[in-house]
T-cell receptor, first 113, second 116 residues
Framework: NAGVTQTPKFRVLKTGQSMTLLCAQDMNHEYMYWYRQDPGMGLRLIHY???????AKGEVPDGYNVSRLKKQNFLLGLESAAPSQTSVYFCASSYFLAANEQFFGPGTRLTVL | AQKVTQAQTEISVVEKEDVTLDCVYETRDTTYYLFWYKQPPSGELVFLIR??????QNEISGRYSWNFQKSTSSFNFTITASQVVDSAVYFC?????????????FGTGTRLTVIP
């Protein structure tokens, strides 16, 4: 089992460019999450999904969109990247509620110039 | 207001010393879960423990132990006889089942450095 994988591992964007981060899990988990990690801020929830075809906003959703077309995949999109979106992005999944253990991907380091 | 507070930003200890990482949380829910995750220099987050609000028993797993005290809203983590491999950032997190079942609130983390 690969667990949770994220593509790409690193990316550099210019302000205004768009990109999509891909998260895939092979554990048949219902719940998936996107977090961002900034220095001194811990991890903050961007968006999450409680099942295929459903998404919801987390704590810091502005500037991001997500889609969950397949149960195993959760995509995070930046339509017009801004320097404030420079961060490390983590995807996670869990079997139902956030109260269950979340399994994290290795992270994507994004720099927006 | 911060739901999870880890007041210790950085801690350095010499190998074989014991170290305690503090975590204080805030919630109005009666049912909630507390977690500790480890983030080693490689960057991935590793689950260490989950505790529910109805179980105040302390837990020990090898060199790791956790002290959960509802009276002080604390969930502290102690590493006994620290090793260099324990060097990492440690995060405490809270999941509120009643009001925020789909969110996991993280503290800002404590960076532990174990000096050989």
């Amino acid at each position: 089992n690969a667990g949770v994988t994220q593509t790409p591992k690193f990316r550099v964007l210019k302000t205004g460019q768009s990109m999509t981060l891909l998260c895939a899990q092979d554990m048949n988990h219902e719940y998936m999450y996107w977090y961002r990690q900034d220095p001194g801020m811990g991890l903050r929830l961007i968006h999450y999904s409680v099942g295929e075809g459903t998404t919801a906003k987390g704590e810091v959703p502005d500037g991001y969109n997500v889609s969950r077309l397949k149960k195993q995949n959760f995509l995070l999109g930046l339509e017009s990247a801004a320097p404030s979106q420079t961060s490390v992005y983590f995807c996670a999944s869990s079997y139902f509620l956030a109260a269950n253990e979340q399994f994290f991907g290795p992270g994507t380091r994004l720099t927006v110039l | 207001a911060q739901k999870v507070t880890q007041a210790q930003t950085e801690i350095s200890v010499v190998e074989k010393e014991d170290v305690t990482l503090d975590c204080v949380y805030e919630t109005r829910d009666t049912t909630y879960y507390l977690f500790w995750y480890k983030q080693p220099p490689s960057g991935e987050l590793v689950f260490l423990i989950r505790r529910n609000s109805f179980d105040e028993q302390n837990e020990i797993s090898g060199r790791y132990s956790w002290n959960f005290q509802k009276s002080t809203s604390s969930f502290n983590f102690t590493i006994t006889a620290s090793q260099v491999v324990d060097s990492a950032v440690y995060f405490c997190a809270l999941s509120e089942v009643e009001t925020g079942a789909n969110n996991l609130f993280f503290g800002t983390g404590t960076r532990l450095t174990v000096i050989p």
